[in-house]
Nanobody, 122 residues
Framework: QVQLVESGGDLVQPVGSLRLSCAASGRIFIIYAMGWYRQAPGKQRELVAAITSGGRTNYANSVKGRFTISRDTAKNTVYLQMNSLKPEETAAYYC????????????????WGQGTLVTVSE
């Protein structure tokens, strides 16, 4: 099993910035992938950004140029720096972990955090 602890969700004004963190512990392989998905009310969960332990990244087109994902392999932690946030990006953001070095999801190997709420509003 893998445990994920998320932090950083908050209320932020439009065009503001926020940084999310997620630390993984437990049965972690040497190579893996971590990332963030989000789900707004009434919508499906969608990829925001993901990164492998080797540093390969995958971003949703809507966040390219504004969000940056990074990882600290020594701490098994992934970060998501979000800039120029928009009201429509209000959602629960879920940390995702997979014991496989690809950002393509494998339901047999993945784990999810509990979610952290990001609210973008005046």
């Amino acid at each position: 099993q893998v445990q994920l602890v998320e932090s950083g969700g908050d209320l932020v004004q439009p065009v503001g910035s926020l940084r999310l963190s997620c630390a993984a512990s437990g049965r972690i392989f040497i190579i893996y992938a971590m990332g963030w998905y989000r789900q707004a009310p009434g919508k499906q969960r969608e990829l925001v950004a993901a990164i492998t332990s080797g540093g390969r990244t995958n971003y949703a087109n809507s966040v390219k140029g504004r969000f940056t994902i990074s990882r600290d392999t020594a701490k098994n932690t992934v970060y998501l720096q979000m800039n120029s946030l928009k009201p429509e990006e209000t959602a629960a953001y879920y940390c995702w972990f997979q014991n496989r070095a690809t950002t393509v999801r494998d339901p047999k190997l993945e784990y999810w955090g509990q979610g952290t709420l990001v609210t973008v509003s005046e």
